[in-house]
């Protein structure tokens, strides 16, 4: 089936919300996860599929990522099916994200890329003010939505004027071409993609995002959102290589720094979702490094570990979600000793926190550990930095952990037990997590 079948599929399931069950939705998702892993091993170098639409490993790895992650997003809202609130819409929505990410990862044009980068927030706002909890999810949707709105439109301005330049606007042919563009629009153009990454001092708009959004909303901005930044990075430092080699250290720094500072704030956080939020700060941080160094264990180690926080971050903010349900409180002061309520659930906290602090043998550590080989080469002063964020990395990990399943438990009414689908949910998080690292060869050497 070509990509153009694939997308064919996706706005039939979109028609499909409004006819048959959310059941029938659901399971069109999965086969399209699935359809997807093909697109990996049949395209593992650069296909152009159509005039528009084409691309390489990474462009089909998140469109497999993406694929799956809207799928786990209406298992883990299964609750707005049984409660009948407007569940047909929101599936809806949930389709149209995932149309909109796979025109943004599957365009070969620099502006239908922003367009479609752009077009991805509306769905995505309305998904928070619509099924948030609090009052506050509308300020937080307003937050986000101009907060990254604002940042992209110099990069519209840029690639207008790229246009001008070079009379082209597919990526390749750029790249073959080269850009003789000042290095003012270098920053006009990166400064869209670190407020999505997000990079630190700009990433206000994300804990407050998180906070208020629903739990398929808190899903689709640490699984997919992010790593619209660092695929956008990806295309564009391509462009600017010249470019790189004067500003990438202290691009470089920012990210390292701001990982390890956001490590701090992960520290003396007594919500959950917001320490979750943060420590994707840190994690994108290193994306970031990776990128700019431009080296092939940089860019490989960035994909796996966007690829892997994508999978572990979406599974610890369903891990959050189902103790919020039915003890309806994120404070880490109020959440004590669940490990005596829910034995077996704290199995699944342990694995994923493990996970996030790059225990093996998840996607995480490989990531990392190719990440630090190539800032490391780019400069070993960068090693000190690396090893502190490694070192607060696990400690936010298994203080989230203690902090939530150890303890005297304060819980003194009843509340539901975990459900089958619950832990089939947090299951499909755990085996592509896991079980992609027999095939790293793929990953490690599309660069």
Not at 115 to 140: H, N, S
Not at 330 to 356: D, E, Q, Y
Request: neutral net charge; glycine residues 8%.
């Amino acid at each position: 089936m070509s990509m153009l079948g694939m997308f064919m599929c996706m706005c039939m399931l979109s028609l499909c919300t409004m006819i048959f069950s959310w059941e029938v939705v659901q399971c069109g998702l999965f086969f399209l996860s699935f359809l997807s892993i093909f697109f990996i091993y049949c395209f593992s170098s650069f296909s152009c599929l159509s005039v528009m639409m084409g691309g390489d490993l990474l462009s089909f790895s998140l469109i497999s990522l993406s694929c799956w992650i809207c799928s786990l997003m209406l298992l883990a809202s299964y609750k707005i099916y049984m409660n009948n609130f407007n569940s047909e819409k929101f599936s809806f929505l949930v389709i149209l994200i995932l149309i909109f990410l796979f025109l943004s990862f599957g365009c070969l044009d620099l502006l239908m890329f922003y367009v479609f980068f752009e077009c991805v927030l509306v769905p995505t706002f309305l998904l928070i003010i619509g099924w948030g909890g609090q009052p506050e999810r509308l300020q937080a949707g307003i937050y986000m939505f101009f907060y990254t709105l604002c940042a992209s439109l110099p990069l519209l301005v840029g690639i207008l004027n790229l246009y001008g330049k070079s009379g082209s606007m597919v990526y390749y042919v750029l790249m073959l071409n080269g850009s003789e563009m000042e290095m003012i629009w270098f920053f006009i153009f990166i400064i869209a993609f670190l407020v999505k990454l997000p990079v630190f001092l700009l990433h206000l708009w994300l804990p407050k995002a998180h906070v208020e959004a629903p739990i398929a909303g808190s899903m689709i901005l640490a699984g997919i959102l992010l790593k619209l930044g660092g695929y956008g990075l990806f295309r564009v430092l391509f462009l600017f290589q010249n470019f790189v080699i004067y500003s990438g250290g202290f691009l470089l720094s920012v990210g390292l720094m701001g990982g390890l500072l956001t490590s701090f704030i992960c520290l003396r956080q007594v919500d959950l979702k917001s320490l979750i939020a943060y420590s994707s700060v840190g994690h994108m941080g290193m994306v970031m490094g990776g990128i700019i160094t431009l080296n092939s264990w940089g860019c490989s180690g960035a994909l796996l570990l966007m690829i892997a926080h994508g999978l572990c971050s979406s599974a610890l903010f369903c891990l959050a979600n189902l103790v919020y349900e039915r003890f309806y409180s994120r404070s880490l002061m109020v959440l004590k000793g669940l490990m005596s309520i829910f034995p077996m659930l704290a199995m699944w906290w342990f694995l994923f926190c493990v996970f996030n602090m790059a225990a093996p043998p998840s996607m995480n550590l490989f990531g990392e550990i190719f990440l630090m080989m190539s800032m490391i080469s780019w400069s070993r002063w960068t090693m000190i930095c690396l090893i502190l964020l490694s070192f607060f990395s696990a400690c936010y990990s298994l203080f989230m952990f203690s902090s939530t399943q150890h303890g005297k438990s304060w819980m003194m009414f009843p509340f539901n037990e975990i459900k089958v689908r619950e832990y089939i949910l947090l299951l499909l998080h755990f085996v592509p997590l896991n079980f992609l690292v027999f095939n790293l060869d793929l990953w490690s050497y599309w660069f």
